[in-house]
């Protein structure tokens, strides 16, 4: 282990220690046990956050009398974005304790939660009580409020994304008040707050759709040639509920095919011994091949709930490689094949600097600043090498190859569009910014971040 690996480590652990140590600490007290010799960083620490004061929150009402008394701040959910939009300078709150199930309502089919809760905590309990969530994302690690709040997705083109079960939500807005959004009741004011990319207020309370639990298993394909996706795309993706496509951009193939089929199948997948000429692999995998499979969920057919085979990886282990670099580019699911080939034509650029790519699909939504509003997308994934000058240098580049597509960048990975660029991608941009200055108006929940892509002006620090 290197120096730098092991001090992530730290940093990782020290962050969930300290955390759960405020239970038993004066509320809204600093976290004590942060050290100052470790620096706060997220999750993949390519980021050392712009300052260490983290403070605790453990009732909406400890948020209202945090929010009131500070000038600035962020709230930090479970650290798992790679670009600054969690940053700041001023203060971060974490809502970490408030972790509880508020509500689970079998007659309107919602479960209401605390927003400090992870997936990794509600889908057990979720299914215990014989209920399930649409999909989940590739890891359980992360907080809901944070994965709603950057429109979080996994695969399925019939899937929209995490944010999309959202019906209500609570929120604390900059002077201290409580406001309350449902679907069936505030409309546009709800679509436009639910991907909020945490400019709007602090989520404190979400409630979320359930369906009855179901059971799923998964199986992995090898060395589909790339140019099946031309002609077949449509069936290779409708080929089971949640459709993963791992590929190293090498040799014209897509290096693994993750199918994730909910039981009881429509019509029955027999797994056969060929799909699409990749060939079904005799033993569980990691996207990464090299990577042991044992951070991964169970493959080969094996039954199992819902929220053991719908994320790639398992709670308890190091979700993807660890260290490493993300960036995700949606595209309109007509645009596709001619955006997958367009990056293929880049891979002696990609090679050396990538990890593993993922292509998913997710259905259309209305959410104000989801990048798959009003559309059916499919989303290029790279996990990078953690070598940040070369990404970044590497980026713009994809993101020129992609332009012609109509493309959007993941709002919780790495990216170099503009401000303009970003702009000119969202169409209720104007009014998600109209929104933000009615509940915030000084602007206590910008950043950096927020200052340079959605308002549109770099000279604002956080
Ligand atoms: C290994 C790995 C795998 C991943 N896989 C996927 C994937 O499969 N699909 C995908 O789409 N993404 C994926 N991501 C990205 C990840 O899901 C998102 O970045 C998500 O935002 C993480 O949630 P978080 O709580 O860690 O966010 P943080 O980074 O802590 O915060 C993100 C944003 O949410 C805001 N926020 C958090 N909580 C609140 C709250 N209570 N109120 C208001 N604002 C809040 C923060 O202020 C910030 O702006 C992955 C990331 C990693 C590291």
């Known amino acids: 282990m290197t120096l730098a690996e092991g001090k992530n480590i730290v940093n990782k652990r020290t962050f969930l220690k300290a955390c759960s140590a405020v239970l038993t600490s004066r509320v809204l007290s600093p976290v004590l046990t942060w050290s100052s010799d470790h620096k706060l960083t997220n999750w993949a620490g390519n980021l050392e956050y712009g300052t260490e004061k983290l403070y605790s929150a453990k009732s909406p009402k400890d948020v209202q009398g945090f929010v009131r008394n500070r000038k600035k701040l962020k709230v930090l959910g479970t650290r798992h974005c790679f670009n600054k939009i969690a940053d700041t300078s001023a203060e971060f709150l974490s809502l970490k304790p408030m972790d509880q199930v508020l509500q689970l309502d079998a007659t309107a089919k919602t479960v209401t939660i605390e927003s400090g809760l992870s997936y990794g905590q509600l889908c057990p309990y979720l299914d215990r009580e014989g209920w399930a969530l649409h999909n989940l994302a590739s890891l359980p690690h992360i907080s809901v409020a944070g994965a709603c709040s950057t429109a979080t997705h996994g695969s399925g083109e019939k899937n929209g994304n995490l944010a999309t079960e959202v019906s209500a939500l609570e929120m604390v807005i900059a002077n201290g008040d409580l406001v309350k959004l ?169 090679g050396p600097h990538l990890l593993i790519s993922e292509i998913r699909t997710i259905a259309a939504d209305d959410l104000w600043m989801s990048p798959c509003y009003k559309q059916p997308s499919v989303t290029i994934h790279f996990t990078w090498k953690p070598d940040w000058p070369s990404v970044q240098r590497l980026l713009p580049v994809i993101e020129r190859e992609l332009s012609p597509f109509q493309v959007r960048p993941h709002w919780g990975k790495l990216f170099t569009f503009s401000s303009a660029d970003i702009h000119s991608k969202y169409e209720r941009l104007p009014e998600f910014v109209e929104a933000c200055t009615k509940y915030d108006p000084h602007g206590k929940f910008r950043n950096e971040f927020l200052n340079r892509n959605i308002f549109g002006n770099d000279n604002v620090t956080s």
């Open 182 to 350: 449902s679907r069936s009741q505030d409309g546009e004011a709800f679509r436009g707050a639910v991907v909020g990319l945490g400019a709007l207020g602090v989520i404190t309370r979400l409630t979320l759709d359930i369906q009855p639990r179901f059971m799923m298993k998964q199986y992995v394909y090898q060395d589909m040639p790339i140019n099946e996706l031309k002609g077949n795309f449509d069936a290779i993706e409708s080929a089971a509920y949640s459709v993963s496509l791992f590929t190293d951009w090498q040799s014209q193939r897509i290096n693994e095919v993750w199918l994730k089929i909910r039981m009881p199948e429509q019509p029955i997948f027999d797994a056969p011994a060929e799909f699409f000429g990749a060939k079904r692999s005799t033993r569980n995998l990691h996207p990464i091949i090299e990577l042991s499979p044992e951070n991964c969920t169970e493959q080969m057919g094996v039954p199992g709930p819902w929220y053991e085979r719908l994320p790639h990886f398992r709670m308890g282990f190091m979700p993807s490689a660890g260290k490493e670099l993300q960036s995700e580019y949606f595209v309109p699911r007509g645009n596709a094949i001619d955006a997958i080939l367009a990056v293929a034509r880049l891979r002696d650029q990609v």
